[in-house]
């Protein structure tokens, strides 16, 4: 059984910064990438960010790219997102996200097999 925990979600002003992590527990996966999500009140769930297991390959969603980063620790068995220049639309929970090892699914919420709970990142204007 595979878990996915975030944390280090809270309420921060626009312009300041975040980071968000991800620590997986249970059988994890050796060669898979992780993701990060969000969905605001209202919306469809966006996609942030994949890396891969290496840590080498990013690719990130429009709206965040430039902005934030996404790195992992595999010893720690956690994936953290760096948030900078925050934004109030960027109010959303946040969500990880786990694939299977040797894929890709980028953008595509129904590639990632695990999921965790959501962490709440609140931007005040």
């Known amino acids: 059984q595979v878990q996915l925990v975030e944390s280090g979600g809270g309420l921060v002003q626009a312009g300041g910064s975040l980071r968000v992590s991800c620590t997986t527990s249970?059988?994890?996966?050796?060669?898979?990438?992780m993701a990060w999500f969000r969905q605001a009140p209202g919306k469809e769930r966006e996609f942030v960010g994949i890396i891969s297991w290496s840590g080498t390959t990013t690719y990130y969603g429009d709206s965040v790219k430039g902005r934030f980063t996404i790195s992992r620790d595999n010893a720690k068995n956690t994936v953290y997102l760096q948030m900078r220049s925050l934004k109030p639309e960027d109010t959303a929970v946040y969500y990880c996200?786990?694939?299977?090892?040797?894929?890709?699914?980028?953008?595509?919420?129904?590639?990632?097999?695990?999921w965790g709970q959501g962490t709440q990142v609140t931007v005040s204007s």
């Open positions: 249970g059988r994890t996966f050796s060669g898979s990438p």
């Open positions: 996200a786990l694939a299977g090892p040797g894929s890709w699914p980028g953008a595509l919420a129904s590639g990632y097999a695990y």
